[in-house]
């Protein structure tokens, strides 16, 4: 069975701009969450979502949003880009919500911005 | 104080070694407890869940205690293998309705021929 899926695995941009994220979780999965790793740090959650409503939302301005599809893939959406956008985001998904459901994680987008 | 705080680390030791790090936690409603693996430029992986009896699963144990808010994993005989940056991970969902883990900054591991 496949894993979690992200794309694209790297990316670049520049700053102001607009980046889309996406995350297509294992079969079967109907949670999805995202989270921004910096280098040297842990993971830092950000959004969580479950049949397509948002669950959950760390502490991240509003430049962050995300949304789930009817498919249960998500999309993690940034805007007006920042330096300290770079990271790496991770998506993590698990069968439900509750925290006795196993999350596995994705290989991660590796953002950069300059 | 961080929500979930690790020893600084690095640890550099033999193979065959014990070694043991540990983990405090803030949010005295935190749910649920774990400890990830991460190897370099990789995702996190679930190591283990950390129970309040304490739990063993082969050469590593995890315990937990609630009332002091610590969370202990203790890695026995030591493989190369077993290199790699280890994460305290709490939740702070509430319950059935959402699932909001919180990382520690992770603690990493060399374990030396």
Same mark, same amino acid.
């Given at each position: 069975?496949?894993?979690?899926?992200?794309?694209?695995?790297?990316?670049?941009?520049?700053?102001?701009?607009?980046?889309?994220?996406?995350?297509?979780?294992?079969?079967?999965?109907?949670?999805?969450?995202?989270?921004?790793?910096?280098?040297?740090?842990?993971?830092?959650?950000?959004?969580?979502?479950?049949?397509?409503?948002?669950?959950?939302?760390?502490?991240?301005?509003?430049?962050?949003?995300?949304?789930?599809?009817?498919?249960?893939?998500?999309?993690?959406?940034?805007?007006?880009?920042?330096?300290?956008?770079?990271?790496?985001?991770?998506?993590?998904?698990?069968?439900?919500?509750?925290?006795?459901?196993?999350?596995?994680?994705?290989?991660?987008?590796?953002?950069?911005?300059? | 104080?961080?929500?979930?705080?690790?020893?600084?680390?690095?640890?550099?030791?033999?193979? %065959?070694?014990?070694?043991?790090?540990?983990?405090?936690?803030? @949010?005295? *409603? #935190? $749910?649920?407890?774990?400890?990830?693996?991460? =190897?370099?430029?990789?995702?996190?992986?679930?190591?283990?869940?950390?129970?309040?009896? %304490?739990?063993?699963?082969?050469?590593?144990?995890?315990?937990? @205690?609630? *009332? #002091? $808010?610590?969370?202990?994993?203790?890695?026995? =005989?030591?493989?190369?293998?077993?290199?790699?940056?280890?994460?305290?991970?709490?939740?702070?969902?509430?319950?059935?309705?959402?699932?909001?883990?919180?990382?520690?900054?992770?603690?990493?591991?060399?374990?030396?021929?």
């Amino acid at each position: 069975d496949a894993g979690v899926t992200q794309s694209p695995t790297h990316l670049i941009k520049t700053r102001g701009q607009q980046v889309t994220l996406r995350c297509s979780p294992i079969s079967g999965h109907k949670s999805v969450s995202w989270y921004q790793q910096v280098l040297g740090q842990g993971p830092q959650f950000i959004f969580q979502y479950y049949e397509k409503e948002e669950r959950g939302r760390g502490n991240f301005p509003d430049r962050f949003s995300a949304r789930q599809f009817p498919n249960y893939s998500s999309e993690l959406n940034v805007n007006a880009l920042l330096l300290g956008d770079s990271a790496l985001y991770l998506c993590a998904s698990s069968l439900g919500p509750a925290s006795s459901y196993e999350q596995y994680f994705g290989p991660g987008t590796r953002l950069t911005v300059t | 104080r961080k929500e979930v705080e690790q020893d600084p680390g690095p640890f550099n030791v033999p193979e %065959g070694a014990t070694v043991a790090f540990n983990c405090t936690y803030s @949010n005295s *409603a #935190s $749910q649920s407890f774990f400890w990830y693996r991460q =190897d370099c430029r990789k995702e996190p992986k679930l190591l283990m869940s950390v129970y309040s009896s %304490g739990n063993e699963d082969g050469r590593f144990t995890a315990q937990l @205690n609630r *009332a #002091s $808010q610590y969370i202990s994993l203790l890695i026995r =005989d030591s493989k190369l293998s077993d290199s790699a940056t280890y994460l305290c991970v709490v939740n702070i969902g509430s319950g059935a309705g959402s699932y909001q883990l919180t990382f520690g900054k992770g603690t990493k591991l060399s374990v030396i021929p």
